[in-house]
């Protein structure tokens, strides 16, 4: 049991406490939320064009006001329930399971009206911001690689197209994984319009037939890989029961 001078101390600090808080929220205008509008214009009628980073800047401070805010009126309410309890001299007692809350608990939170198993600040909310779940994992919605036969055009087949033209990674940062300096990007080496390396200079007809070989960069890359292999070879080198599907014997 919480003696009488105890209790009076603790109800003093809640008192000190409330009026520290409204003090605090009356000085800044509730972190400037009672203003309304806060961006302040920058002469033009649209800035996020030429000031994303000044935009970005104003969504940031605005989010941690409304943060603060919140954060000071959970304390208030609970003040608020601290005092009624007192009040109505439950007070000392949790709410849910009506045991002691031990001192050293009331002396360190003299707003708690639970005990520690049964305090609802112990339950971690996970939610996490919207924005999130665009742009992490990177590729993770929309890649399409890892999935069986695809051929689609998905994000990152957009990314590595765009960066082409550029990205933030210099030329050192890749100077030892690509030939050519055009190609001084992130799996600069991946097909792009087909699959198989040997899609890019053979054709064929609708029905499949009249193979031709359309002989041109990747064609020379395709066959100095399969000498080097020691597997180069044509339709007449190959037996019988590997070159009879492909030749037409009507």
């Known amino acids: 049991m919480l003696s009488t001078q105890k209790l009076a101390e603790l109800r003093l600090q809640l008192l000190k406490d409330k009026e520290d808080l409204e003090e605090h929220l009356k000085q800044n205008d509730n972190f400037g939320l009672n203003r309304g509008h806060y961006h302040e214009s920058m002469g033009e009628l649209s800035s996020y064009d030429n000031h994303p980073a000044d935009e970005g800047t104003d969504l940031y401070e605005r989010e941690k006001d409304i943060a603060l805010e919140e954060h000071y009126k959970l304390e208030l309410g609970n003040i608020s329930q601290a005092l009624e309890t007192m009040e109505n001299g439950t007070y000392g007692k949790c709410q849910v399971c009506g045991k002691e809350i031990p001192i050293e608990r009331l002396e360190a939170l003299p707003n708690t009206i639970y005990c520690k198993e049964h305090s609802p600040d112990q339950i971690t909310d996970h939610t996490r911001p919207l924005e999130e779940g665009v742009l992490m994992p990177p590729w993770g919605k929309f890649d399409m690689d890892r999935q069986h036969e695809t051929v689609a055009f998905d994000a990152e087949d957009s990314w590595q197209t765009v960066a082409q033209w550029g990205t933030s990674e210099t030329p050192s940062d890749l100077a030892f994984s690509q030939d050519d300096y055009q190609?001084?990007?992130?799996?600069?080496?991946?097909?792009?319009?087909?699959?198989?390396?040997?899609?890019?200079?053979?054709?064929?007809?609708?029905?499949?037939?009249?193979?031709?070989?359309?002989?041109?960069?990747?064609?020379?890359?395709?066959?100095?890989?399969?000498?080097?292999?020691?597997?180069m070879t044509t339709f007449g080198d190959l037996p019988a029961y590997e070159h009879d599907p492909y030749v037409d014997h009507d």
Request: proline share 2%; glycine share 8%; aromatic share 14%.
């Open 183 to 231: 190609d001084i990007y992130i799996e600069s080496d991946e097909n792009v319009g087909y699959v198989e390396d040997f899609e890019n200079f053979v054709g064929n007809d609708m029905y499949g037939k009249n193979v031709t070989v359309y002989p041109n960069q990747q064609h020379e890359q395709y066959e100095a890989a399969l000498d080097e292999e020691g597997i």
